[in-house]
């Protein structure tokens, strides 16, 4: 099962589509069933000024150790290190953190849309001018829950904003909370505070719909769509939710909608197809999913996803060759070197289960991921001299 969760999301821009905007705004508007969720208006939902808002404790910081400094350049370059030096502000990077700006300067825990969120209203304090871009990134997965999370990404451009004042040079400064790719450069187009907003919507949505907060899950996906009825993660998240609740019609219209907004969008088919398998359109969903296996067979998350979904089914040796798939086409992922020590494990070849977590601890670039790593060399430390 693909959800498409976006934890740093893209603004889908619709194309191959012969109808006007304002069609499918009313066509979109068809496809949310509040019948099936009769209490989600009980579900409250953070409006964008809360999203955005900061609390006394931020803006004080904002005053007290980003204002003081009176060289633009050099503010925002005293900003952008004081969120990202975690001796002054400890601020750590957790995949699931979908809070808005003032519990994530509170909590010093965050996605990357929630540290960009953040970031958008302390620069916003402190004077900038800010722009969110959409990071057009490749397909790439993670696993939670039970479900393959397909993650987008977005990041910040900061830029003095002085009346009167015309720079010949480009002084801007990006800030970019990627995990995965900082060292490498993708296209970007600039997108909205309010497709952001959406973005933090769908996130939420996402987050409920994995704890089975299904009333709480449409009522995001819901707010999510109307404020921007054509990005596309909104809608193939509904469609998972319809099925779940085992609404397979409105399920199949949705998913149906989305690939009118982007024909090519691989999630967007293969959720379809899992819906064919599901209501006994076997043939159907055949055809897609070999569609989707050429397209994507030298992806490799595509491999590594495949190999995490053997391994929860406790098929080892296939998750074995899996994971070795996704090492041939790339070794620069920790998850994959992460792959292959747990898959050895289990095999009962320690030696090698060693070989692999001490690769993936020095791919790792957070701190979190190298301490979860030593911890799992340390427990094989200990088991192997146990036996010794």
Same mark, same amino acid.
């Given at each position: 099962?693909?959800?498409?969760?976006?934890?740093?999301?893209?603004?889908?821009?619709?194309?191959?589509?012969?109808?006007?905007?304002?069609?499918?705004?009313?066509?979109?508007?068809?496809?949310?069933?509040?019948?099936?969720?009769?209490?989600?208006?009980?579900?409250?939902?953070?409006?964008?000024?809360?999203?955005?808002?900061?609390?006394?404790?931020?803006?004080?910081?904002?005053?007290?150790?980003?204002?003081?400094?009176?060289?633009?350049?050099?503010?925002?370059?005293?900003?952008?290190?004081?969120?990202?030096?975690?001796?002054?502000?400890?601020?750590?990077?957790?995949?699931?953190?979908?809070?808005?700006?003032?519990?994530?300067?509170?909590?010093?825990?965050?996605?990357?849309?929630?540290?960009?969120?953040?970031?958008?209203?302390?620069?916003?304090?402190?004077?900038?001018?800010?722009?969110?871009?959409?990071?057009?990134?490749?397909?790439?997965?993670?696993?939670?829950?039970?479900?393959?999370?397909?993650?987008?990404?977005?990041?910040?451009?900061?830029?003095?904003?002085?009346?009167?004042?015309?720079?010949?040079?480009?002084?801007?400064?990006?800030?970019?909370?990627?995990?995965?790719?900082?060292q490498k450069s993708?296209?970007?187009?600039?997108?909205?505070?309010?497709?952001?907003?959406?973005?933090?919507?769908?996130?939420?949505?996402?987050?409920a719909l994995l704890?089975?907060?299904?009333?709480?899950?449409?009522?995001?996906?819901?707010? +999510?769509?109307? *404020?921007?009825p054509n990005f596309?993660?909104? %809608?193939? =998240? @509904?469609?998972? /939710? #319809?099925?779940?609740? &085992?609404?397979?019609?409105?399920?199949?219209?949705?998913?149906?909608? +989305?690939?009118? *907004?982007?024909?090519?969008?691989?999630?967007? %088919?293969? =959720? @379809?197809?899992? /819906? #064919?398998?599901?209501? &006994?359109?076997?043939?159907?969903?055949?055809?897609?999913?070999?569609?989707?296996?050429?397209?994507?067979?030298?992806?490799?998350?595509?491999?590594?996803?495949?190999?995490?979904?053997?391994?929860?089914? &406790?098929?080892?040796?296939?998750?074995?060759?899996?994971?070795?798939?996704?090492?041939?086409?790339?070794?620069?992922?920790?998850?994959?070197?992460?792959?292959?020590?747990?898959?050895?494990?289990?095999? &009962?070849?320690?030696?090698?289960?060693?070989?692999?977590?001490?690769?993936?601890?020095?791919?790792?670039?957070?701190?979190?991921?190298?301490?979860?790593?030593?911890?799992?060399?340390?427990?094989?430390?200990?088991?192997?001299?146990?036996?010794?």
């Amino acid at each position: 099962m693909k959800l498409f969760l976006i934890l740093c999301t893209t603004l889908i821009v619709m194309t191959g589509c012969q109808t006007t905007t304002n069609q499918m705004v009313i066509e979109s508007r068809h496809l949310l069933n509040d019948n099936a969720f009769p209490d989600y208006q009980e579900i409250k939902i953070e409006s964008e000024e809360e999203i955005f808002a900061l609390d006394k404790e931020a803006k004080d910081f904002i005053q007290e150790q980003v204002a003081i400094v009176k060289d633009p350049v050099d503010r925002m370059e005293t900003l952008v290190r004081l969120i990202f030096d975690r001796s002054e502000f400890n601020l750590l990077y957790m995949g699931s953190a979908n809070t808005v700006a003032k519990e994530t300067f509170q909590r010093r825990a965050a996605n990357c849309l929630s540290m960009s969120i953040m970031t958008y209203a302390l620069a916003k304090e402190a004077g900038f001018s800010v722009r969110f871009q959409d990071v057009q990134i490749p397909e790439y997965w993670t696993r939670r829950a039970g479900y393959s999370l397909l993650n987008g990404h977005i990041n910040l451009m900061i830029m003095p904003r002085e009346p009167g004042v015309i720079h010949l040079i480009n002084t801007g400064l990006q800030v970019d909370f990627d995990p995965q790719n900082p060292q490498k450069s993708f296209p970007k187009q600039m997108v909205t505070k309010q497709a952001v907003t959406s973005m933090f919507y769908n996130n939420k949505g996402a987050d409920a719909l994995l704890s089975k907060s299904y009333t709480k899950a449409y009522a995001y996906f819901k707010k +999510a769509a109307i *404020l921007s009825p054509n990005f596309i993660s909104t %809608w193939i =998240n @509904l469609g998972i /939710l #319809y099925r779940l609740v &085992g609404d397979y019609e409105s399920a199949e219209s949705v998913y149906l909608y +989305a690939l009118q *907004l982007d024909e090519d969008n691989l999630t967007g %088919w293969e =959720n @379809l197809a899992f /819906l #064919y398998e599901v209501t &006994g359109r076997s043939e159907k969903a055949s055809a897609i999913v070999n569609r989707i296996e050429r397209v994507r067979s030298d992806n490799p998350f595509h491999h590594f996803i495949q190999g995490e979904q053997s391994f929860e089914n &406790g098929e080892f040796e296939l998750a074995l060759k899996h994971y070795r798939d996704a090492l041939r086409l790339d070794r620069s992922k920790h998850e994959i070197y992460f792959g292959l020590a747990k898959a050895y494990y289990e095999l &009962g070849d320690v030696r090698r289960s060693q070989l692999y977590f001490k690769k993936a601890k020095d791919r790792a670039r957070s701190h979190q991921d190298q301490e979860r790593y030593q911890g799992k060399l340390d427990l094989l430390s200990r088991d192997d001299s146990k036996k010794h």
